[in-house]
């Protein structure tokens, strides 16, 4: 896992700055925080970094170190930056082709000639173009850089495209966003993580959602109602006061069915919600479009555990277990090991004692899969219980609930093993624990699906580097994973953003398993010795003993 990020040094040896519009104090300690998840409400402030400008008679050097710190600053499109090239670079440079996030401290400059610097740099992750995030691990790159003299000033005439940012400032000029598409049935909204600057992100966001794709990765596995030709008319979008951001749509939206805008409206909202935006009006020429927010399943839990306590299956309220009625006696009969229910709790897939893979429908159950060393299953909510052997992660099978058994296609590629899967509640993503090149890693991938039948995984997407051997696996909401890992003689719970960094702390030795509660930070775990866990600030707290199975749950019935 990369290094956590250092925390912000307030004061500089020069002249730079920290601005904020308003009074907002910026934390030096505790737990990093990755922006702001799908369903956030707050705006963030507005924070951004003034660079100095070009001193006179700098050398080759310091132009170089100038514009990589001027970087930092994207007032005015990095018109501070643009200072320190030639006129005719400032019109090539594109700042906004990608991000190379790394420690400053470990920057090397290197004079390879009188009008040309060399920067090295290991580069802990990356940002696209696109705002995609990738954990690059520490990574070795070398930059050059090409001067020349104007009017007597040493400028930079040749410079790579994007910028190269100290990690503790991307976190600060940039945030995680979450662009909002929605699984294929229409039913769930889908987030897909995105880091913009926080100058303006209702402009990158509504362009990125409008005239952009999905992340490759979940190509074909998401759904979005902006159809080919339509985009915003005009360069910026204005979030007037109250937080209502006016996006002016090209002529073709005015042939838009009422679905179609209501959709698109929905997507808008959710994505422009992180961003500080409260309400968004279409329009075309001015004129307000007529569309409406639709309603969406959610992905919460409910706020009970589900366990497996004595010969008790059910939510824990208190000190009392509360069955579920007819799904309960049958999950008893099949010996659980490990159990996931779906939202309605009306159907279970359940790791039996023996080894196989059990389906419970109400009070009924059918073995599906008898492969040897199977891990526990998952269920997705239309009844699809997804198989794996430990050692085969490409032979991963899916069960219908009308006995239909589909070998999926595609299933992570060069894995030589895997641990722990589990399909998102919304049923586009697929989580999993493998192992590549004899190291844990932790990879998620797109669903594709044939209606509802899923017969395909998309391209493994590998996030950030996992310290020691991978345990479980769960997805905590829908933009976070929560993960058990064994490192030495320690227990570590990982945070992991999809699309964004990891953090990391310490958890209950032998920990086993790990299930939501709703709040991204205070997972629940299951140890070796049957006691459940609950963090409490720094602490982690007993909430329960004599736990035989921590079961998950794919949401709250409707």
């Given amino acids: 896992m990369r290094r956590p990020l250092r925390a912000v040094v307030l004061a500089f040896a020069t002249a730079s700055a920290l601005v904020l519009s308003a009074c907002a104090g910026l934390p030096t300690s505790g737990p990093v925080n990755p922006g702001l998840p799908l369903d956030g409400d707050s705006r963030p402030p507005d ?21 990589i710190r001027a970087g930092s600053g994207t007032r005015g499109e990095w018109a501070t930056a643009r200072e320190y090239l030639t006129s005719q670079a400032r019109e090539e440079w594109d700042p906004t082709a990608g991000v190379t996030v790394d420690d400053s401290a470990e920057r090397q400059y290197i004079e390879a000639s009188e009008d040309a610097v060399l920067l090295s740099v290991r580069a802990d992750a990356t940002v696209d173009g696109a705002g995609e995030y990738e954990d690059v691990g520490g990574i070795a790159l070398e930059l050059p850089f090409r001067l020349a003299k104007e009017d007597g000033q040493w400028r930079i005439s040749e410079a790579p495209d994007g910028i190269v940012m100290d990690d503790a400032w991307f976190q600060v000029v940039f945030r995680s966003y979450a662009l909002a598409y929605f699984d294929p049935t229409w039913s769930y909204l889908v987030p897909d993580v995105r880091w913009f600057t926080t100058t303006n992100p209702a402009t990158s966001i509504a362009s990125a959602l409008l005239e952009g794709e999905p992340s490759p990765w979940l190509a074909g596995a998401v759904a979005t109602a902006v159809p080919e ?67 969406a399943r959610s992905t919460r839990v409910p706020p009970q555990a589900l366990v497996l306590v004595g010969d008790t299956f059910g939510f824990l309220s208190g000190d009392t277990v509360e069955p579920i009625p007819q799904l309960s006696d049958a999950i008893l009969d099949v010996a659980p090991t490990a159990v996931q229910v779906t939202a309605d709790q009306r159907t279970a ?95 998620v991938a797109g669903i594709i699906r044939d209606g509802r039948v899923p017969v395909r995984l998309g391209e493994p997407h590998p996030l950030s580097p996992l310290e020691g051997t991978g345990v479980d696996v769960g997805w905590m909401d829908a933009s976070h994973l929560g993960v058990v890992a064994a490192v030495e003689d320690d227990t570590t719970i990982v945070e992991q953003l999809v699309g964004g960094p990891a953090t990391s702390v310490t958890g209950p030795a032998r920990t086993v398993a790990i299930s939501a509660t709703n709040q991204v930070s205070i997972a629940r775990l299951l140890d070796a010795q049957g006691a459940m866990y609950v963090r409490r600030g720094t602490n982690w707290g007993t909430t329960a003993s004599g736990v035989r199975v921590l079961a998950s749950v794919q949401g709250a019935p409707d």
Avoid at 47 to 67: H, K, M, R, W, Y
Avoid at 248 to 275: F, I, K, N, P, Y
């Fill in 229 to 295: 030709g339509v985009t915003l008319a005009a360069r910026t979008v204005p979030v007037r006061d109250g937080g209502t951001a006016q996006i002016e749509l090209t002529a073709g939206a005015l042939d838009l069915d009422r679905e179609t805008l209501d959709r698109m409206q929905t997507q808008l909202e959710e994505s422009l919600a992180g961003a500080g935006v409260t309400a968004v009006q279409l329009a075309v020429d001015g004129q307000p479009l007529a569309a409406t927010r639709v309603e």
């Fill in 47 to 67: 924070i951004s970094f003034v660079a100095d400008p070009p001193q006179p008679g700098a050398t080759p050097l310091q132009i170089v170190e100038g514009f």
């Fill in 349 to 443: 897939a359940v790791l039996r004692a023996g080894g196989a893979v059990a389906r419970v429908d109400g009070g009924t159950w059918s073995e599906v899969d008898t492969r040897p060393d199977l891990i526990a299953p998952s269920v997705d909510n239309d009844g699809w219980v997804w198989s794996v052997p430990r050692t085969d992660p490409r032979a991963v099978r899916a069960s219908g609930p009308d006995g239909t058994v589909v070998e999926v296609a595609d299933a992570w590629p060069d894995a030589s093993r895997i641990t722990s899967m589990e399909v998102s509640r919304d049923g586009t993503r697929v989580a999993a624990l493998v192992t590549e090149g004899g190291r844990s890693a932790v990879w």
